[in-house]
């Protein structure tokens, strides 16, 4: 995992979180494993975790989560759900690839979640991540 991503996890207290494109679900297992309530999100089910396979069918008006991780996935259409879906004073964490067909942008991320508090935000070879907290 990043670096950044588990130095900020490791400080949030377990709560609620909701893991979207989590492919094998390597953030998912950690955070379980840390007391976490965790569900997991991908097209294709993963072999250690159970997964909801579709994205369509996850309704983001249930109850908000304490976390929302996003890790390596770009979908701009997708942003706007995960700000609503993480409840106030939660953090949203997420990281995209910045070259290619599906690139974005640290400042992409910032531009959809204005007024949240970055804890952590960066860029590593071919990939950026941020870390915000919401209002």
Wanted: charged share 20%.
């Amino acid at each position: 995992m990043n670096e950044a991503l588990t130095n900020v996890l490791l400080s949030l207290q377990p709560g609620v979180a909701l893991d979207l494109a989590c492919g094998s679900g390597r953030h998912s297992l950690w955070l379980r494993e840390r007391g976490w309530k965790v569900t997991a999100v991908d097209l294709v089910p993963g072999p250690h975790v159970d997964v909801v396979t579709d994205l369509e069918a996850l309704t983001f008006d249930s109850a908000p989560c304490d976390l929302v991780i996003c890790w390596l996935y770009w979908q701009l259409s997708l942003l706007p759900s995960i700000a609503a879906f993480v409840q106030p004073c939660g953090v949203a964490a997420l990281a995209g690839k910045t070259t290619g067909r599906f690139a974005t942008s640290i400042g992409a991320y910032r531009d959809a979640f204005p007024g949240w508090t970055e804890l952590s935000s960066g860029e590593e070879s071919d990939r950026c991540w941020i870390i915000l907290r919401k209002p």
